[in-house]
Structure formats: structure tokens, C-alpha cells
T-cell receptor
Framework: GNSVTQMEGPVTLSEEAFLTINCTYT??????LFWYVQYPGEGLQLLLK?????DKGSNKGFEATYRKETTSFHLEKGSVQVSDSAVYFC??????????FGGGTRLMVKP | GAVVSQHPSRVICKSGTSVKIECRSL??????MFWYRQFPKKSLMLMAT?????????EQGVEKDKFLINHASLTLSTLTVTSAHPEDSSFYIC????????????FGAGTRLSVL
């Protein structure tokens, strides 16, 4: 079956630090991969996506590259801001209409 | 992007009462909507998938008689928590996709249910 594993948090960084949140997946075929962000007290927002191997999704300074050889989709940002503090979810879609989510990683950015 | 509105954002109710949560797609027709439950500091747990005009498909372990889902139109799905108890307190989130060929889910802002 499908599964998504992401690093446990919380991840605490100082403002302007480099961010990496690891995400690996298990799936048959060729899934699409997503990062969602959840700000405190809110629902999930789609942050970025990649639909095939070697695609790079990017948005708001965040990037993630679909690596089929390592079954990974790590999220990166070169310089985080306090406003990036949130919970980040890696997810995959593989046929049907359901998303499989990772456990979420809480990011806390301190001024 | 597509907007999904969820209402109410927060509800507090007494044990034994029923609570209805609405999920609306504002600028697109949602052929499929999903209902999730999120426990504190945990990931989302899919409760059910609902397609317009048909019965919802519940995930294993989710009581269909307790969590009634209605998807009467292409822009509205409702989740009713019947005879709510404190253990039903949680954050409920809906999502929707536009069209059968689409797979991108757009999420509502969530409803925090507190049962006293």
C-alpha cells in the first residue's frame, strides 16, 4: 500500500536559517507528490506539488524535487521567516481520489 | 485557487446533542468531498469520501450512524455528529476536488468541535 514518512518535529530554527524537512514515500506506480501547510487553527493549504520524477515544485520560496530513485520529496527553503511557522504535511496521490498523508512536521521559527 | 468554505469554525456543545458542519465549494463544482478528523498534534485521518448524489464511503472504524454525511449538491456536503460525546471533540476538516479527472484536494479551514 501507499505510505508517507516524514521527519518528526518540532523543527526549531532561527529566522533566515536554511530549512529541510525530509519526506520519503512508498507507493506502486507513479504517484503525484504534495506538500501542504497548516497554519495554527486553520485547514490545510496546498504549498507545492510534483507529478512526475525529477519535477521540482516551488512556491513562496519553498522547493521540493520528486526523486524516484530515492523515493523522496524533501522540502527546502533557503531562508525561513517567522511567518513560516506552521505544520507541514507531505502527501501522495496514487490513483483513486485519496491522499495519503505523512504525520506532519511542526516548524517553529524564532526571531 | 479554488475556495472551500467550512462552517462553523468552532462549536461548543453539550454531550448528547447533534452538531452539523457544512462544507461548501465557492467557485467550483465539487464532485467529490472528503471529511477528515485531526487529533492534537497528529496527522489527518480520512473519515469518509462523499460523491454528489450517492452515499458516502466510510473508512474502516468510522461509525456511519454517528457521523452522518450528506452530499446533496455539487457545492455542499454536510457532516452531522449525532449524539456527540466528549471523545468526539476534535478538529474536523473537509476537502473537495473539482471534476472526476482532478485529484488536487482543496481544504476548508476546519471546525473545532468541543463537546462538554
Amino acid at each position: 500500500g501507499n505510505s508517507v514518512t516524514q521527519m518528526e518535529g518540532p523543527v526549531t530554527l532561527s529566522e533566515e536559517a536554511f530549512l529541510t524537512i525530509n519526506c520519503t514515500y512508498t507507493a506502486t506506480g507513479y504517484p503525484s507528490l504534495f506538500w501542504y501547510v497548516q497554519y495554527p487553527g486553520e485547514g490545510l493549504q496546498l504549498l507545492l506539488k510534483a507529478t512526475k520524477a525529477d519535477d521540482k515544485g516551488s512556491n513562496k520560496g519553498f522547493e521540493a524535487t520528486y526523486r524516484k530513485e530515492t523515493t523522496s520529496f524533501h522540502l527546502e527553503k533557503g531562508s525561513v521567516q517567522v511567518s513560516d511557522s506552521a505544520v507541514y504535511f507531505c502527501a501522495l496521490y496514487n490513483a483513486g481520489n485519496m491522499l495519503t498523508f505523512g504525520g506532519g512536521t511542526r516548524l517553529m521559527v524564532k526571531p | 485557487g479554488a475556495v472551500v468554505s467550512q462552517h462553523p469554525s468552532r462549536v461548543i456543545c453539550k454531550s448528547g446533542t447533534s452538531v452539523k458542519i457544512e462544507c461548501r465549494s465557492l467557485d467550483f463544482q465539487a464532485t467529490t468531498m472528503f471529511w477528515y478528523r485531526q487529533f492534537p498534534k497528529k496527522s489527518l485521518m480520512l473519515m469518509a469520501t462523499s460523491n454528489e448524489g450517492s452515499k458516502a464511503t466510510y473508512e474502516q472504524g468510522v461509525e456511519k450512524d454517528k457521523f452522518l454525511i450528506n452530499h446533496a449538491s455539487l457545492t455542499l456536503s454536510t457532516l452531522t455528529v449525532t449524539s456527540a460525546h466528549p471523545e468526539d471533540s476534535s478538529f474536523y476538516i473537509c476537502s473537495a476536488i473539482a471534476g472526476r479527472a482532478s485529484y488536487i484536494q482543496y481544504f476548508g479551514a476546519g471546525t473545532r468541535l468541543s463537546v462538554l
